[in-house]
């Protein structure tokens, strides 16, 4: 069993960069499927991207390529979410997500994951 927190969540502007964080407490992290999803405010919680903790691969929602990038860092046992060139449509609570067992891009949807973080509120201001 794993518990996530999110943080680096803010209010900021149109074009600019921003990098949550996502701390993993737990054991035999090596072994998870971490994500992250995004819920926008009257939608639903969406798939943004995902990493397998122990190879580093990475998949990406297509609306998520270019701009969002996932990453892991195993001595801290956190998960990043950097976006850049942020935009007003990009405001949303972010989940972090983990789940045991599989690989980054077969799990895409809410439901394959069992671990979740509080999330953390971005609003990107135009």
């Known amino acids: 069993q794993v518990q996530l927190a999110e943080s680096g969540g803010g209010l900021v502007q149109a074009g600019d960069s921003l990098r949550l964080s996502c701390l993993v407490s737990g054991r035999g992290l090596s072994m998870y499927v971490m994500a992250w999803f995004r819920q926008a405010p009257g939608t639903e919680r969406v798939f943004v991207a995902s990493?397998?903790?122990?190879?580093?691969?990475?998949y990406y929602a297509n609306s998520a390529k270019g701009r969002f990038a996932i990453s892991r860092d195993n001595g801290k046992n956190t998960v990043y979410l950097e976006i850049n060139s942020l935009k007003p449509e990009d405001t949303a609570i972010y989940y972090c997500a983990a789940r045991r067992y599989g690989s980054a891009r077969t799990f895409t949807g809410e439901e394959g994951y069992d671990y979740w973080g509080p999330g953390t509120q971005v609003t990107v201001s135009s």
């Open positions: 990493v397998n903790w122990s190879s580093g691969s990475t």
